[in-house]
């Protein structure tokens, strides 16, 4: 069973959200943090070596857009990597910038737990709500 974990790289400028986003995932039996990261460079250096299943990732990071021209990397070079965005912005042009690169869901920080946790299965079993 421990082979079939979801793996998942958590790239995120803040230290503090990598830890709260690494300890909620390590109570989870299903997942498994596979690399924590703070900056979209090594974003994508880490996505294409360690071929997570889900990226969840910040769009602002060392740049005000890093996240998302990150997706748009991983997403052309290792399509199976699922990207989900857990951000604290939140507005309808962002929204569409990242789904255009290549992400599959959009959280908002201030999302429960419970609600990344739900995002980040249904993108590894590619059935996001969106």
């Given at each position: 069973?421990?082979?079939?974990?979801?793996?998942?790289?958590?790239?995120?400028?803040?230290?503090?959200?990598?830890?709260?986003?690494?300890?909620?995932?390590?109570?989870?039996?299903?997942?498994?943090?596979?690399?924590?990261?703070?900056?979209?460079?090594?974003?994508?250096?880490?996505?294409?070596?360690?071929?997570?299943?889900?990226?969840?990732?910040?769009?602002?990071?060392?740049?005000?857009?890093?996240?998302?021209?990150?997706?748009?990397?991983?997403?052309?070079?290792?399509?199976?990597?699922?990207?989900?965005?857990?951000?604290?912005?939140?507005?309808?042009?962002l929204v569409f910038t990242a789904f255009e690169a290549g992400a599959v869901d959009f959280l908002s920080m201030s999302s429960s737990?419970?609600?990344?946790?739900?995002?980040?299965?249904?993108?590894?079993?590619?059935?996001?709500?969106?």
């Open positions: 069973m421990i082979n079939d974990r979801i793996r998942v790289l958590i790239a995120n400028n803040l230290l503090q959200i990598r830890d709260y986003l690494t300890m909620i995932l390590s109570h989870e039996p299903d997942m498994k943090t596979v690399g924590s990261v703070e900056t979209s460079t090594l974003a994508v250096e880490q996505g294409l070596k360690l071929h997570p299943n889900v990226v969840l990732i910040d769009i602002t990071m060392e740049t005000p857009l890093a996240g998302i021209n990150a997706i748009r990397i991983l997403s052309e070079k290792v399509p199976e990597i699922r990207s989900v965005v857990y951000t604290h912005l939140s507005n309808e042009e737990a419970i609600e990344t946790l739900t995002a980040i299965r249904a993108a590894a079993k590619d059935q996001t709500a969106i």
